[in-house]
């Protein structure tokens, strides 16, 4: 099979049946669906390619359909196309399940069988469901023999979500309840923040050239910035939010994905989808433990009150729908890391990811020594900036290198320049959506972009010691619509840097 990272062209999937469990839910109305609406447009599905929308309410294949055409409609990044729509929906099935229920998964099957015909497609089973119900429903489409050994008569497949699991146990506990129905390599674990292009383009960008893999170490790195800003709060997921915090719901998952990658040793070979998830896991280890008596002193927690963004009052986090009153969970953490190997010892990483901060914005910044201000000395050079390069992972993507240049006219003097790549201008079309991506290598069987067991593992040890310190934390508060708390600046202040401007 071949690598999204060395391979010119796509290559088509072979004849697939995706399974979507949580059919009604929102995830399918907004990204699967309309994603496999614009694979299909741009023509990268099967011949053979069908949706089973399942979940419990009772729903005919039509009213299905209608329904799907708004989330289309509303959704997908190319909008919807009568003609394309109509040939697309002839492929979208329903069939109501109660995932408790053994009889309902016999009838899946033998659904499965009229609409795959004469062929034997692949099953790709996405489970956007809670976890707490992923070992339940393996464990029934095993029973009913809709899971067979990799390597059969047919491929079958499980995409999952985050969250996976709340810390190392539960993590572990989850793995364990799929175990039981599926293997490893038949389990996609998804992290949409892998499906997007700038971060794909981390290795791409690190590999290909040759210019930056000889400083991309500690001679020459000072640190490493990665901010997530989100204008958005909590909206509907209050709930759900609350028990989690955004460590667990982004640091755990998507910033320490795109760490990961930035970091990794260059693998064996890029085709090789263990190789680049090996180097993956090695990060992560090598990441620097923090003792509970440290986390005061790398970490920042804090709660959005209420403001003003996009010139609408916001409420405050406490009084979003779902939200204790009293809630102590944090919507922005600061933190500095370090990763303890020959690469990069000594190399500060700073992370800052916050909900209802001033704009949306997800970039990584690395940031290189300085040169010697000597040769400048007496030219009214008072200092030089750092040379930092830029990965603008959203909204607009791209990349810039900043670099010290002389402005035109008779006197010495040296300002930062920006050396842009954007992707829109050079590539001149729209990146498809992450899911589009994720969802189109999980039936070639890719699994380089989805997350192994082991990652998950690993990332929840780093935050263990973080979890049993938060009790004694200081919770602190910013004003929504601003760039977070002014302690997330006093966090940088002992290494002598400040966080990047978004
Ligand atoms: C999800 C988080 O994984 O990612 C959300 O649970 C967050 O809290 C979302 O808003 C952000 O995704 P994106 O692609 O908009 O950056």
């Known amino acids: 099979m071949g690598n999204p990272f060395v391979e010119g062209r796509v290559l088509s999937p072979p004849s697939t049946i995706l399974v979507i469990f949580g059919a009604s839910g929102d995830l399918t109305g907004r990204k699967l669906v309309p994603g496999c609406y614009n694979l299909f447009k741009d023509g990268y599905l099967p011949e053979s390619f069908s949706i089973v929308g399942v979940s419990r309410t009772p729903l005919s294949d039509e009213a299905f359909r209608e329904k799907l055409k708004d989330g289309v409609t509303k959704y997908s990044r190319s909008g919807i196309d009568e003609e394309w729509w109509k040939q697309f929906s002839s492929r979208i099935f329903y069939q109501p399940l109660d995932a408790t229920k053994e009889a309902d998964f016999i009838a899946l099957r033998e659904r499965l069988q009229r609409i795959g015909g004469d062929t034997i497609p692949n099953y790709l089973y996405y489970l956007a469901v809670s976890p707490s119900l992923f070992g339940e429903i393996a464990g029934k489409l095993k029973g009913a023999d809709l899971i067979e050994t990799p390597g059969g008569v047919r491929e079958t497949r499980l995409i999952v979500e985050k969250p996976f699991g709340y810390d190392l146990e539960t993590a572990q506990n989850l793995a364990s309840s799929l175990y039981q129905s599926a293997k490893e390599e038949q389990l996609y674990r998804i992290d949409h923040y892998l499906g997007k292009e700038t971060v794909q383009n981390i290795l791409v960008f690190r590999f290909a050239n040759g210019l930056f893999e000889p400083i991309w170490n500690r001679k020459y790195v000072d640190h490493i910035q990665i901010s997530v800003a989100e204008d958005i709060g909590v909206e509907n997921r209050g709930d759900y939010f609350d028990k989690a915090g955004i460590v667990r719901d982004f640091v755990q998952n998507h910033v320490f994905q795109m760490l990961s990658l930035l970091c990794i040793e260059p693998p064996n070979s890029l085709s090789d989808a263990e190789g680049i998830r090996n180097e993956k896991v090695k990060v992560l280890k090598s990441i620097k433990r ?40 944090e919507t922005y953490i600061a933190m500095s890391l370090e990763i303890d190997n020959w690469r990069w010892s000594g190399v500060p990483i700073f992370l800052r990811v916050g909900k209802r901060l001033s704009k949306r914005i997800s970039e990584i910044s690395v940031h290189f020594k300085q040169a010697p201000l000597s040769l400048f ?58 899911y589009e991506r994720l969802l189109l290598d999980a039936m070639r069987g890719e699994a380089t972009l989805f997350t192994r067991q082991d990652e998950i593992e690993e990332a929840w040890k780093i935050l263990e010691p973080v979890f049993d310190s938060f009790e004694e934390l200081p919770l602190y508060f910013y004003e929504a619509g601003s760039w977070g708390p002014k302690e997330a600046a006093e966090l940088l202040k002992p290494y002598g840097v400040r966080w990047a401007r978004l």
């Open 377 to 434: 000395r007496g030219r009214q050079v008072e200092s030089l900036e750092q040379n930092v390069l830029r990965i603008q992972v959203q909204p607009k993507e791209g990349i810039s290198l900043r670099v010290n240049s002389k402005p035109p006219g008779p006197r010495m003097r040296v300002e930062p320049v920006e050396m842009d790549f954007s992707y829109h201008s050079s590539f001149g079309i729209a990146s498809p959506e992450a």
């Open 290 to 329: 923090l003792t509970p008596g440290l986390v005061q002193k790398h970490i920042v927690r804090a709660q959005y009150g209420k403001g003003l963004i996009k010139g609408l009052d916001v409420p405050a986090y406490r009084d979003e729908k779902g939200v204790a009153k009293d809630s102590t969970t």
